[in-house]
């Protein structure tokens, strides 16, 4: 999510992808779905006018969530270059989307072996 608010530019490349995550309830699934609420009507995709919109629209937890300065990546950083923001957003989408994949094959196993 740091990523993406930091380099909302990539929001029309992931937005497919970012649908298909299974998110937890809380700050990532409200930022998320404030992402694609500015999306859709935003003139400029910059990071200060993604920020402004958050704050406007009650998100400034889900925000302080997403850029807590611990652990965020280097994509995250404003200064980060275009293909280090895209390399970076894709590796944490898959890790995230394998990790939902690995889930659900345990889940079927369960099944499997309880039936």
Do not use: C, Y
């Not at 029309?12 to 309830?25: F, G, I, S």
């Not at 997403?66 to 970076?88: D, S, T, V």
């Not at 079927?108 to 309880?114: S, T």
């Amino acid at each position: 999510m740091a990523i993406l608010i930091r380099h909302p530019w990539l929001l029309p490349q992931v937005e497919e992808a970012l649908a298909l995550l299974d998110l937890p309830e809380g700050p990532a699934t409200r930022l998320r779905n404030a992402f694609f609420a500015w999306l859709s009507g935003a003139e400029t995709l910059d990071s200060a006018a993604l920020i402004d919109h958050l704050a406007h629209t009650g998100e400034s937890d889900a925000l302080a969530w997403a850029m807590r300065p611990e652990g965020l990546p280097q994509a995250a950083q404003a200064e980060a270059q275009p293909k280090e923001a895209e390399e970076g957003w894709w590796h944490f989408f898959l890790r995230l989307r394998g990790e939902a994949d690995l889930i659900e094959d345990q889940r079927a196993a369960e099944r499997d072996w309880i039936a």
